[in-house]
């Protein structure tokens, strides 16, 4: 197309809007101080601080490192919105994609951005962009103003990047009061579970030793999903999919085979065992996505000890679709079918734990565990049978000479109870093995016994013949057996 022969028209953004929808990317907290330490580890930080000052709606958050630092023009450079184009190749440990995570994260959850910077040898420089400034200005303006206090961040470190978040109004309402001490917790609950989630996200650069991240005056520990020091944890082999794509399975231990109590406890994460199996799916060193099955499967509970590692070179960015929060992904339809069927045998290890568990109580029970339900495998389709051997129906059986009604509540009410859900459930998802067609071969001299028996009772209480069919029509499983109905006499 030949531009030069068109008119133009400038149609420049409105600062003062456009710098609001940047609020509305939908970062929560903890991806979006995630996201400032990605840029310092790009930056090649060693030490990560992050602090928390309380001061009520006044509180404020920090971020500094020791990386490389910026100059005054390199600030101001980093604070413009979209600074580096998307579609640019990335050094395989730039964790950056879009120019924009420094200015989104931050006005996600604040509304002053400052940046304090130093390059090494040369004295620091700060910039700021105050939403509020904007707003009234409608231009796109930073002011050289840092609070006050931070103004001397840096003297201790040869180079460095500090960003301050103040005026949180998305953490918390600007007029809290220093004195609300449920104000004060709920900041507190809020940034512990930041915390964790920093410990997840940057688990294999702490376990490396690439970076120290220090919490207050803490330094953070890895916190490793796939629990690799624990020595019944099951790892499976590593697999090479399409284009440089790594995955590899882990099922971790049952919670008896844990080393303590307290290890299966702290592997169980921040949301619990059932929402933490899934896919781990890591670009470069980062975590981005944390137990998802990405709409690939379903979570369910007999998976919960499976978690699988996925590893991306950043350069699939655009196929996997990573969003700007780098918080999603999605797997392109060439990985498909090796994932799903991969996951499948890792996710096969895994429920296997709970059949031979299950298998393990009964033999602990001695050599003549009598369950009350036994599953029975007939021309590889399974069903499910009462134990006519347990001790509880031959009792039953006896009650039921002198008191019917009573043994037979009595038998229902322990059936119902002791539906063994949970196999088959196990046998339902396993996808190879089927389940029998119920009433598929059951002796049908024995249906007709039972219809007949039914049949008399409701003309002995005063049906006609046309309601007493009428009605055994709409009993389970007689519905299935019209003829049969129809034939009664
Ligand atoms: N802590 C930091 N240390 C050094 N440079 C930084 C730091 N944070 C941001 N920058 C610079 O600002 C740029 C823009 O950052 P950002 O908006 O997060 O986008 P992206 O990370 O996608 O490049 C980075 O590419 C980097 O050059
Ligand atoms: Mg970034």
Redesign the pocket.
Known sequence: MDYSKYNKAEAIPEAASMIETFRAIGYNLEAAIA??I???I??R?KNIYISRIWRGGQSVITIK?D????NSN?II??MRPG??NPLSDRSETD?????????T?SFSQCRKLS?L?KRKDEIPAFWSWDLDYVAQSDKWELLQWIPEEFANELDSLPSG?L?VWSDLDRVLPTQTAETDDSAKRKFSDTLDKVKNHIAMTFHRFIEDKTIKIFWGEHEITAWNPFCPNESKTQEQPTENINSGVKIKGYVLPHKNNFSSEQAYKKAEGINGYPAQQGFYVYRGKRLLLAGDWLGLFRKEEHYKLVRIQIDLPNKLDTEWQIDIKKSKAYPPAVCREQLESYTKSVRAVGSEIYRHRGKILKQRAGQNFQPLWLEKKKDNKWSFVVNREHLMIQDLKSLAKEKPEQAIEKLLKFLEEAIPTKTIYINEAQDEEMQKTPFSDIDITLIKEVLLLMYNNQIAQGKTPAQAKALLKIQEPFNNYEDLIDELK
Do not use: C, P
């Not at 990386?67 to 910026?70: A, H, L, S, W, Y």
């Open positions: 996201d400032i990605d840029n310092s790009s930056a930080a490192d990386g490389e630092g910026m390199e450079q980093a600074a580096q964790l950056g994609r879009f120019g924009l995570g420094l200015k994260a940046v910077s990047t960003v």
